[in-house]
């Protein structure tokens, strides 16, 4: 965040504050170890090499310890020292959550494409904002998991049936390719009629992706944030010779429209990067941004920049 490694969420017994930047690990300089890291993360695009390298920067075995140093807004350094646990609930999410933001606005969160209940949980909650003006849907950070679960909730959102996205898929020992195509078909019992904005990051990959090109193809739905991952094709681990093990995507991923996202992501049409100073006050720009062009009742914007290739 700002070419900095920072806290996005810690628990009050770490003694860590979102927003603090880590500046050491250990005696190592945070940055040697951030190079480090993305050395050995397996990503497509450069945003989500980092956010997989930072998620493993602390790792260790169960119950040692590691010394951090983080700098916090008045420029302060100070020493924490964090034990390992070998188990714990710490940033774990139910796969459907929601509240109503106020203003006629409803939100619904989808951690993962997976998980008992997902699609009656989202029914569940469409349910108590059927008669909102707006919907905000939150699937940052969002990995993956079962396309037919994101087409089903996209389901919802659609009267007519739309494409959700083409893979390309290579044939083992070839050089030729399958083209499948997915779908969003319309499903009962009643339309959400309201807008709805969906909120994206470099955490979203696979089936999310799948998801995003979905709500693209409708061509009614918001996508507030950063662009995606780029990580689909069912990915297959080969082995070498050496002994190097490779991952590799047996497929050509490519959004509804027919733009490869594949190693570049799926753009948003308004950009909100995150700031340290968001994360100190608790603020989240992404979230803003969506809740006021529902209320605006503009119409869909041309994406504010370029395509990241």
Known sequence: MEGKVAVVRAEAASGLVPGEVITAIGDQPVEACLAAAVKRACN??????????????LAG????????????????????????????SFGQEPNVSSRDLGQSIGYVRISGWGGAGLVEKFDRALEDFKSCRGLVIDVRGNGGGSDQLADLV??????????????????????????TLGWVQPRGPWTFAGRVAVLIDEGCASACEHFVSGVEAMGRVLLVGLPTNGAGGGPTLVNLPDGTRVRISRALGLRANGVVFEGHGIPPHLYATPTLEDLRQGRDHALTLAQEWIISGKDLPARSQPLPW
């Open 44 to 57: 497509s695009t450069d945003r989500g090499r980092l956010r997989e390298a930072c998620g493993r920067l």
């Open 61 to 88: 075995a169960p119950g040692t310890t590691v010394a951090v140093s983080v700098q916090g807004a008045d420029e302060a350094v100070r020493r924490v020292t964090l034990k390992r646990e070998r188990a714990s």
């Open 154 to 179: 996209n389901g919802r959102l659609t009267a007519k049936a739309v494409v959700s996205s083409i893979d390309l898929w290579r044939q083992a020992g070839t050089d030729q390719y399958k083209k």
